[in-house]
Structures are given as structure tokens and as C-alpha cells.
């Protein structure tokens, strides 16, 4: 019954911003981690952030500094702020509740040179 929903995404400069939103419904996810992967065109799935039950966050190495992952409980929906954006993090973004074990149909990002 768990459904995700992502929005936000789309054709962005380098050097930009975007905030990809994710929406939960079913059940659940104030019990469960969250996070976000990509995949780019050639490329598997890779993990992007992660956030705990707790808050508690991580990244990838290319993503640290210029991402950042949050959560609101309350309204079961979780955020990637993507910031000084670059062409390689030109990908679909997906969002996965109990990472890797439920995930949304993606949103594609797309960064400009």
C-alpha cells in the first residue's frame, strides 16, 4: 500500500538550485528511514542521501557540501535541496522509503553546462 511520490524536478543551469519533494502515503513512515538515489544514462542506481528515523543524515562524497536531505513528519514527505548544481548530477532522481525497499517512479533532473 505504500505509495511515493516524487515532484520537483527539471531543467536547471549550472550553478542553480532545485528542491525535490517526495510524498508518502501508506503507513509507515515516521518508522522508516528515507532517502534519495539517481541513475544516470549508462550508470546503476547510486545513493545520494540517506535520513534516519531520528534525523540523522548522510551523503555521497559528490553531493556533500551542495545537497541536503530533510524530513517533515508530520506531513510524511521528505526534501532533497540541491544546490551549485553540475551537469554530471544530471540524472532520475528516485525516492525510497526503507531505502531500497519501496520507491517512487523518479523525477528527471537535468543540469545544463
Known amino acids: 500500500q505504500v505509495q511515493l511520490v516524487e515532484s520537483g524536478g527539471g531543467l536547471v543551469q549550472a550553478g542553480g538550485s532545485l528542491r525535490l519533494s517526495c510524498a508518502a502515503s501508506?503507513?509507515?513512515?515516521?518508522?522508516?528511514?528515507m532517502g534519495w538515489y539517481r541513475q544516470a544514462p549508462g550508470k546503476q542506481r547510486e545513493l545520494v542521501a540517506r535520513i534516519s528515523i531520528g534525523g540523522s543524515t548522510n551523503y555521497a562524497d559528490s553531493v556533500k557540501g551542495r545537497f541536503t536531505i530533510s524530513r517533515d513528519n508530520a506531513k510524511n514527505m521528505v526534501y532533497l535541496q540541491m544546490n551549485s548544481l553540475k551537469p554530471e548530477d544530471t540524472a532520475i532522481y528516485y525516492c525510497?522509503?526503507?531505502?531500497?525497499?519501496?520507491w517512487g517512479q523518479g523525477t528527471q533532473v537535468t543540469v545544463s553546462s
Open positions: 501508506g503507513g509507515g513512515f515516521r518508522f522508516n528511514a
Open positions: 525510497t522509503l526503507a531505502p531500497g525497499k519501496y
